[in-house]
């Protein structure tokens, strides 16, 4: 049952959760007030800030910015465009810290408001042809399609890798002339690779200029190229597409360092560690980014600059103290170094500046192709700088259109790249009326806490268990690995051959017990290659014949996949694979629990 406002911020007051604060004014809309409506008085419950002022008048326009902080930890953010003077933030659930609510209003003429962009990074992974291996161009067009759908008025590629023209056109195919895109293709023929060019930027702006090359002993136009783009009210922004290196990347060593932490494992590198892997080239590309190449194009101009591209390292604002329990964090605080370096020189990450709680918006950018492991990898980024650049939001995609889904394709290359794609929506300032559409908006990742809680019931020990499975490989693969209480030893499929899925793998639990749970732990390597996505869990008392028990569909994920057994008696548990990742199957562990006695 919904609770009425202001007894539920009484009552939030004396549980010692909300602090109310007055909101400041910055214009003669006169003060605004902010208030919590929540579905109730716990950490963890759905809260939405509601603010209010005074209306703005005919020809005018409120926008509202309310934040929901605890001290300096920001858990919500919204920039709201009102004509009544009233405005809701997106939901976000209450934290265990005490949270205070506050809004700023600036009041601003209709056609003041200024220019929305939607702005678009994506790495393409070899041109959509997925590094290749897709050779129809089937993958392109539906990647195609789904560009025309986010439908952004600045696209940041990179990878484009001789797919740039086939864009341009396929994102013109049927498009009215005020439409239209332009294409630059950036990187330049002297600084290609052996697959060909690699930065593109597209808009439906004016290209004014396109920037000269520029290169020295650490980057080239293979890894920055921008150019001057016209807004329609006569203002200007630059936009740069940009790639850095990716060897000794945090996605190998972070992975491992949080399996290691989250099962008490030796560390292979201590955090100090993890954070020089940025050192290698990384670092010194983001200086001559930053403090060469930019300058060189931009001079003293202080017109907006926005950036998006992949720059193979992890962002430091998520990895504070404040998420050091987040999902895959597991206790570890990292002031990463080279996106650090974004931040000293003003650029705002546009996706954490939207969803401020990096717990429940992890933003993973690598890899929905390969998969996401245990700790969050973000590599993939749209910065903004500029005192007139406002952020209205911003998320990420990993998933094909409905339409594409079901596909052959589909199922083995859940999404057209091995990058997420990062879409966010922004204000430039100045003359013009605002957002026309609604702002993007991130889809919460829904799993609270370092790793799931232990199921219910009593361990059934590893030395009562066997296990049998339709295809293994031999020694390194035996399904006894699946119940040997060892999460470095993995059951997997047989291979190079690969027998066709179903796949099947049954535990012998010794006699007929009655069951509470069943934990599926899918292997800890970085290879997630045979990581089930999907089955069917199945029981027996004979082990011959089999009842279906729940269909499960699991995210390409190494954090286990717990199945509610509640009521269930048996003496075999079979998990038929119908989708493992690669066309294979593959599990660290198979943990049975029985109801405690």
């Known amino acids: 049952m919904r609770l009425s406002v202001p007894p539920l911020a009484v009552a939030l007051a004396l549980a010692g959760l909300l602090t109310p604060a007055p909101a400041t004014a910055e214009s003669a809309t006169g003060p605004g007030l902010v208030r919590l409506e929540c579905d109730g008085d716990r950490p963890g419950s759905t809260c939405t800030m509601v603010a209010t ?72 992974f070899v041109g959509g042809t997925i590094n290749g291996q897709e050779k129809t161009g089937e993958n392109l067009k539906q990647m195609i399609e789904y560009l025309n759908e986010v439908d952004p008025d600045v696209l940041f590629v990179v990878e484009g890798y001789g797919s740039g023209q086939k864009i341009l056109d396929g994102l013109n195919a049927g498009r009215p002339a005020g439409e239209r895109f332009s294409g630059a293709q950036l990187t330049r023929p002297e600084d290609y690779s052996v697959n060909g060019d690699n930065l593109w930027l597209y808009t439906k702006l004016d290209i004014e200029q396109v920037y000269p090359r520029y290169a020295d002993a650490d980057i080239t136009s293979f890894n920055l190229g921008g150019a001057r ?74 017109a907006p600059v926005l950036m998006g591209g992949d720059l193979n390292a992890w962002p430091h604002l998520d990895w504070t103290e404040q998420f050091k329990n987040a999902r895959g964090h597991a206790g570890m605080v990292l002031p990463w170094p080279m996106t650090s370096l974004f931040t000293k020189a003003g650029f705002v990450d546009t996706f954490r500046y939207a969803n401020p709680d990096a717990g429940r918006h992890p933003g993973r950018t ?15 980024y749209i910065f903004t700088r500029g005192e007139n650049v406002r952020v209205l939001g911003s998320r990420i995609d990993d998933r094909r259109l409905p339409t594409h889904q079901g596909s052959a394709l ?34 919460p990742e829904n799993a609270p806490g370092v790793w799931p809680a232990t199921p219910a019931g ?58 509470s749970a069943v934990r599926f732990q899918p292997k800890l390597r970085y290879d997630m ?48 694979v119908d989708h493992g990742m690669g066309g294979a199957s593959a599990l660290a562990e198979i943990i049975p629990y029985e109801v405690s006695q």
């Open 53 to 124: 002022g005074r209306p703005p008048g005919p020809r005018h326009v409120a926008e509202f910015v309310m934040t929901a902080r605890s001290g300096e930890h920001v858990w919500a953010r919204d920039t709201v465009h009102s004509r009544d003077g009233r405005a809701r933030s997106r939901p976000f659930p209450l934290p265990a810290e005490k949270v205070t609510a506050d809004v700023s209003v600036t009041k601003l003429p209709e056609r003041r408001v200024g220019t929305p962009l939607r702005l678009m990074a994506w790495n393409l």
């Open 366 to 380: 690598w890899s929905p192709l390969s998969g996401y492991r245990s700790a969050p990898a973000r590599i993939d």
């Open 229 to 302: 783009l016209g807004l329609p009210n006569g203002q200007h922004v630059h936009a740069f597409s940009m790639w850095t290196w990716h060897d000794l990347s945090a996605n190998w060593d972070g992975h491992e360092a949080a399996v290691q932490n989250l099962y008490g494992m030796p560390r292979t590198k201590t955090d100090e560690q993890l954070l020089q892997d940025d050192d290698y080239r990384r670092v010194a590309m983001g200086r001559a980014i930053l403090d060469k190449a930019l300058p060189s194009f931009i001079g003293d101009d202080d």
């Open 410 to 443: 589909d199922r083995t290359y859940p999404f057209y790249s091995d990058h997420s794609a990062v879409i966010t929506d922004v204000v430039i300032r100045g003359a013009g009326t605002g957002p026309g559409r609604p702002a993007v908006a991130d889809e």
């Open 458 to 515: 009593t361990r059934v020990p590893p030395a009562e268990l066997s296990a049998t499975a339709t295809t293994f490989k031999p020694g390194i693969g035996d399904p006894s690995r699946a119940v040997d209480g060892d999460l470095t030893t993995d059951y997997h499929s047989d291979y190079p051959e690969i027998a066709p899925q179903p796949h099947l793998v049954t535990v012998d639990l010794g006699r007929v017990r009655e069951l």
């Open 529 to 576: 290659n045979g990581t089930v996505v999907k089955g069917m869990v199945q029981v027996s008392d004979d082990g011959t014949t089999f009842t279906d028990v729940r269909r499960v569909e699991w995210p390409r994920m190494t954090a286990p996949n717990d199945v509610d057994l509640r009521g269930v008696t048996a003496r075999y548990v079979r998990l038929r």
